[in-house]
């Protein structure tokens, strides 16, 4: 499977799912296609981590998944955030961006 | 927490949650699928994806121990034969351990409700200790102490016993002593000894002053003096002349001793003028308490040391300076220094039978595993890691060691049961089912599993060249194991042996003794000897009678009589003429003697030998104790000792003086125990007011070397279970080896090998490994037993032709073991082995 895109720094594709499903409910398939679009075709999740992340998610408590219909009518489990989901988008989007801003810090000054 | 919890919920409802995670990655790669037909999906292996995205659950584990369960219940199955027999290996190997930890626990577990919380009392002085205690000390702690529950006091008498108020005795004849325990009531209600007839002491009952005089008795006293009459309960018994009614018998007390018990407050009507209860400064009494739960031991003592000072205030007479009590738990100190090194040893033989029985296992679960070679490769070729292999074969082993332990548990538990039914022990499944039994059977198993399976699993799973060392190493282990302990129990087995050896130079099972009591009865020496002489005559007169003797001490009676001759003990008894047909004994030179005949002697061959060596012993005199003159050889000395075949004995004629205190020995020609009714009634009908007693001389043989016969039977069937496991691991082992060379022998045959070379190729490797075994378990066993005789002075040293004889036996057996699968290979086929594969 040739690569065709940058990989993901390691620990965040659990807050970009997260922040994917903030506005409202999805399907496994359609958070995915969602990173891809969002991202401008850079990001590309594979099923191979989606899913894992995806179990990850419901284990800690911060997804519900219930089973309903999807656009092109199959049967499909979407995914929402619970409040606890929310507190911890919150929490990671902050330290995020404080890790970030700290790297490109160093990287205008190289 | 709530993670925890819902990981729990996902174990649960593992298989719904599986199913929909399946049916949700099928409509992502559906939807995919729809979305670019061009290009390759890239959704990869599925089953991979779910199982990765699973782990996340954590309960990964747990489906793979199922499937390495399932797998290996699959092969097990598959090889009934293998599995047949590791499991029997491992039921006698973990099976004898088992029961000897049963045997110690049952040993050290006394025989009492909840023997933790009872403590035994003695008194603790700053320069040392009392075991006994006044009886109003004892109360006033029963009394006061809060760390105690009860107080239990008892306290030995020795007392006339008269019979039952029923039974009209002659006037002035003197009773028997029997030992009363007179114990508080709380003895029977702390204890609960089990009763075979009515009901214990009761506090209430029988403690206060008004109660009648009650009294249980002992099951033997039942026996022996109340004829076993199933009407006991309720009869009135006459002790030191006063009345009292039996209201129960005790079953297999624990204090083989005492006849009669009866309540504390019962003894100064018993026993007149007795002070027992007053006194403060006689220290009469065995005290043992009762703990109350959740008090320590030390708790107590400390207790008992501000008490002691506080009755030291008011009876100064009654308690030392500093005083305190000392309290021994009745389920701790139970085992002797010295039966604690038997122990030792015994448990070292026991874990060696488990040590030959995981060498067995090892070495053919290794050869096994070399023809599992296949297999295990592709396993590892497919992508199985290294630990995930060791850990199916791990799990193979372990499911054998539970097998094994399951059976072993069962054995043991008969094994337990048939000893405790035929030592009239009334303890049975409380003992069978304990935790500690339970727990040490799998820890057995499971460290028995980890040695046998372990070493096979590494090396079978690695990339070295298989089999070679390790199973040499076991093949070693496991001989010279097998080795120890066969030339340890032989030897054991030889020592104790000599007991059960021993015969008696005459034929005692046909022999008993009648003790009419003459002299507590009140006759003088003229009339008991009229009796004797009468007894004796009739007694003859019995059919199936075959000879009568007059003694003046029963033979292998509790009384023997000794004089010391140039510092050896020397046992001797006075009988009359008839004493050596009576009893059957040959005399080896001279003549027997007339009874009167004061001048005349009979020496045991023993006697003749040490004291003239060398010489003619007819006609030689000693003086000690009586002068008289040797007139014949008794071949040995059997009547004076069971134990010692070459004690010292010497016989003299009887005297008119020594049938006050006679007893008389009869031989019979069927089995005495079925005459013993017929002859006591002769006795007992020359006069009417004896009550003559009998006893078999088998009983008293078989007492004395029952305990041996044990230990021997143990032994000997400890040493051929090393010897079968050594047999049967070798014979498995070398029949592995052939069908595993079954191609190679027969590419030989077709070359032309002959079957002796076939037969030497096949036994050729074995050869080093258990050429090795038996030398470090020749070496081996020598220790041991230079240890063992250190510890057991009973044990005879080490003798050449035992040790000869052990290791030619053993190397028989192996040599059959082996050989058996070597012939079989020389009968091969070469066309048939070729095709074989």
């Known amino acids: 499977m040739p690569k065709t895109g940058p990989d993901l720094v390691p620990g965040t594709l659990i807050m970009l799912i997260l922040r994917v499903l903030a506005p409202g409910s999805m399907h496994g398939y359609a958070i995915a296609l969602r990173i891809r679009q969002l991202s401008g075709e850079v990001l590309l999740v594979e099923e191979g981590s989606l899913y894992p992340a995806l179990q990850k998610v419901l284990l800690k408590g911060w997804v519900n998944a219930r089973w309903g219909i999807s656009n092109t009518k199959r049967r499909v489990r979407f995914y929402s955030l619970t409040p606890a989901g929310r507190k911890q988008l919150t929490a990671e989007l902050a330290g995020y961006s404080q890790v970030n801003e700290a790297i490109q810090a160093i990287l205008k000054f190289a | ?837």
């Open chain 2, 1 to 837: 927490m709530i993670e925890l919890l819902r990981r729990l919920r996902y174990l649960v409802d593992r298989r719904r949650l599986e199913r929909e995670l399946s049916d949700e990655m099928a409509a992502h790669r559906e939807m995919m699928a729809e979305e670019n037909a061009t290009a390759n999906p890239t959704f990869g292996n599925q089953l991979r994806l779910m199982e990765s995205a699973l782990e996340v659950w954590g309960w990964c584990w747990l489906d793979r121990l199922f499937q390495d369960l399932h797998y290996g219940l699959r092969l097990l199955r598959r090889s009934p034969g293998f599995s047949l027999t590791a499991v029997l290996v491992l039921a006698l190997g973990i099976g004898v351990n088992l029961t000897a930890f049963r045997l110690l626990l049952l040993e050290t577990t006394p025989n009492v409700r909840d023997p933790d919380s009872l403590v035994e009392v003695a008194r603790w002085f700053p320069n040392g200790m009392g075991t006994t205690i006044a009886y109003p000390v004892l109360a006033f702690y029963g009394e006061h102490a809060r760390s105690f529950a009860a107080v239990i006091g008892a306290h030995e008498d020795s007392v006339a016993y008269g019979g039952t108020t029923s039974e009209r005795r002659a006037p002035g004849s003197a009773p028997d002593n029997v030992t009363v325990n007179f114990v508080t009531a709380t003895y029977f209600a702390e204890q609960s000894p089990p009763l075979s007839h009515g009901r214990g002491l009761a506090t209430a009952l029988d403690e206060e002053p008004a109660s009648e005089p009650a009294a249980v008795v002992s099951q033997r006293f039942w026996e022996g003096r109340l004829g076993s009459n199933p009407a006991v309960v309720g009869q009135s018994l006459r002790l030191n002349g006063k009345p009292v009614r039996v209201v129960g018998v005790l079953l297999n007390p624990r204090e083989h001793r005492i006849d009669v018990w009866m309540t504390l407050s019962k003894q100064p009507y018993v026993v007149a003028g007795s002070n027992l209860l007053t006194d403060w400064t006689s220290s009469s009494m065995h005290g043992t308490a009762r703990l109350k739960p959740r008090v320590s031991v030390h708790a107590a003592e400390e207790e008992s040391r501000a008490l002691a000072a506080a009755l030291r205030e008011e009876h100064p007479e009654a308690v030392g300076k500093d005083e305190r009590l000392s309290l021994t738990p009745f389920s701790s100190n139970r085992l002797h220094p010295q039966e604690v090194v038997a122990a030792a040893m015994a448990a070292t033989l026991v874990m060696l039978i488990l040590v030959v029985a995981c060498a067995n296992l090892g070495s053919l679960l290794l050869a096994r595993g070399v023809a599992r070679d296949r297999e295990i490769r592709t396993r590892l070729a497919l992508g199985a890691s290294r630990l995930r292999v060791v850990r199916q074969l791990l799990t193979e082993s372990t499911l054998l060691a539970l097998a094994g332990s399951v059976l072993a548990w069962a054995l043991s538990a008969v094994a337990l049961q048939v000893y405790l039914t035929r030592a009239g022990d009334p303890r049975d499944w409380a003992v069978v089912f304990d935790w500690r039994v339970m727990a040490g059977t799998v820890v057995i198993a499971l460290l028995a599993a980890m040695v046998f399976g372990l070493t096979p699993a590494l090396r079978l799973s690695g990339s070295a060249p298989r089999g070679g060392r390790a199973r040499s190493i076991f093949l070693a282990g496991q001989v010279g194991a097998s080795c120890i302990l066969l030339m340890i129990s032989g030897q054991l087995v030889r020592s104790f042996g000599e007991l059960l050896q021993l015969n008696p130079d005459f034929d005692y099972e046909k022999v008993l003794t009648i003790a009419p009591g003459l002299r507590s009865h009140g006759y003088g020496d003229a009339a008991a000897a009229q009796y004797f002489d009468a007894l004796r005559q009739r007694l003859r007169s019995v059919p199936g009678v075959e000879g009568a003797s007059v003694t003046w001490l029963p033979v292998w009676g509790d009384v023997y009589s000794a004089f010391f001759e140039r510092g050896r003990k020397v046992s001797f008894n006075r009988v009359d003429d008839a004493f050596l047909g009576t009893l059957g004994l040959h005399l080896s030179r001279g003549r027997n003697f007339a009874s009167y005949d004061r001048d005349a002697m009979l020496v045991s061959e023993s006697f003749a030998r040490w004291r003239w060596p060398g010489e003619d012993p007819i006609g030689k005199r000693l003086i000690v104790p009586v002068a008289a003159t040797v007139v014949g050889v008794v071949a040995k000395a059997g009547t004076f000792d069971i134990q010692d075949e070459n004690s010292l004995g010497v016989y003299y004629p009887i005297t008119p003086q020594d049938y006050r205190d006679a007893s008389i020995a009869v031989r019979v020609a069927g089995a005495p125990g079925k005459m013993a009714g017929t002859l006591i009634g002769v006795a007992g009908s020359q006069d009417a007011t004896l009550r003559p007693g009998y006893d078999l001389l088998r009983t008293a043989y078989d007492n004395a070397v029952a305990q041996s016969r044990r230990r021997v039977d143990i032994l000997g069937l400890l040493g051929l279970l090393a010897t079968t496991l050594a047999a049967v691991g070798l014979a498995g082992l070398t029949g592995y080896t052939v069908s595993q060379r079954t191609r190679e022998i027969g590419v030989r045959m077709a070359l032309g090998a002959g079957r002796a070379r076939i037969v030497r190729a096949v036994i050729r490797p074995l050869v080093l490994p258990v050429a090795f075994g038996m030398a470090s378990g020749v070496l081996g066993a020598g220790a041991i037993s230079s240890v063992l005789r250190n510890n057991l002075s009973s044990l005879r040293p080490a003798d050449p032709i035992a040790y000869l004889t052990a290791i030619a036996l053993f190397v028989v057996v192996i040599g059959l073991a082996v050989c058996a699968p070597a012939r079989r290979a020389a009968r091969t086929q070469p066309a048939e082995a070729l095709r074989h594969e």
